[in-house]
C-alpha cells in the first residue's frame, strides 16, 4: 500500500518570500501521479499542481513548483513570492494510473506573515 | 453553475441517530468519493463509487454506508452515529482516466454529541 508523509506540520513564512514545503511517498509502483492540494480557512480543497512520474520535467503553475525526485520518492512544492492568502493547509497526494483513488498525506499548516 | 455540491454544510446530531450527508455533481463524473478529515490523519477514504450501482470500500468504512442510484448523487449514511464520527466529510469526483485530479464540494462539518 501506498503512503504519504509530509514531516512538517506547520510551516511560516515572511510575505514576499520563498518557502518549500516536504511531501515523501512510498510506492512500488512505477507510474503514478502525485498532486498538491491547498486547503484555506474556508476549508475548500483547490488543486494546486500535479506531476506524473513518467515526466523529468518538475511542473510549475506560476509561482507554484515542484522538485520531483522519482528515485528519492520526493516530492516537494516551492511556493515563490509567498502572499497572505497562500495561508492554508497544504495536502500531498499520490493516485495510481486509472486507480481513482488518493493517498493523502497528513498536511502541512502554512503561515504566511505580513 | 457546474460543480460539487454537499449539504449540509454543519449538523449537529447526537449518538445513536442515523445522520445522511449529501452529496451532488452536475460534470457527469464516473467516479465519486467520500472522505474524512481529522486533524493529524489529513483525508482518509471512507468509500468511493466508480459509476452508478458500484460502490466499494476504502480506508476507513465501518459504521458508513453508501448508494449510488444515480450517477450524479453519492449520499454517506451514518447508521447509528457515534462520537468517534464527529469530523469534516468531504466529497468528490473525478472522470475515468488514467490521470484526472479528484474535485472536492465544501464539506460537511458534523459534530455527534
Known amino acids: 500500500a501506498q503512503t504519504v508523509t509530509q514531516s512538517q506540520p506547520e510551516m511560516s513564512v515572511q510575505e514576499a518570500e520563498t518557502v518549500t514545503l516536504s511531501c515523501t511517498y512510498d510506492t512500488s509502483e512505477s507510474n503514478y501521479y502525485l498532486f498538491w492540494y491547498k486547503q484555506p480557512p474556508s476549508r475548500q480543497m483547490i488543486l494546486v499542481i500535479r506531476q506524473e512520474a513518467y515526466k523529468q520535467q518538475n511542473a510549475t503553475e506560476n509561482r507554484f513548483s515542484v522538485n520531483f525526485q522519482k528515485a528519492a520518492k520526493s516530492f516537494s512544492l516551492k511556493i515563490s513570492d509567498s502572499q497572505l492568502g497562500d495561508t492554508a493547509m497544504y495536502f500531498c497526494a499520490f493516485m495510481k494510473p486509472y486507480g481513482q483513488n488518493f493517498v493523502f498525506g497528513p498536511g502541512t499548516r502554512l503561515s504566511v506573515l505580513p | 453553475d457546474a460543480g460539487i455540491t454537499q449539504s449540509p454544510r454543519y449538523k449537529i446530531t447526537e449518538t445513536g441517530r442515523q445522520v445522511t450527508l449529501m452529496c451532488h455533481q452536475t460534470w457527469s463524473h464516473s467516479y465519486m468519493f467520500w472522505y474524512r478529515q481529522d486533524l493529524g490523519h489529513g483525508l482518509r477514504l471512507i468509500y468511493y463509487s466508480a459509476a452508478a450501482d458500484i460502490t466499494d470500500k476504502g480506508e476507513v468504512p465501518d459504521g458508513y454506508v453508501v448508494s449510488r442510484s444515480k450517477t450524479e448523487n453519492f449520499p454517506l449514511t451514518l447508521e447509528s452515529a457515534t462520537r468517534s464520527q464527529t469530523s469534516v466529510y468531504f466529497c468528490?469526483?473525478?472522470?475515468?482516466?488514467?490521470?484526472?485530479?479528484?474535485?472536492f464540494g465544501d464539506g460537511t462539518r458534523l459534530s455527534i454529541l
Open positions: 468528490a469526483s473525478s472522470d475515468s482516466g488514467s490521470s484526472q485530479p479528484q474535485h
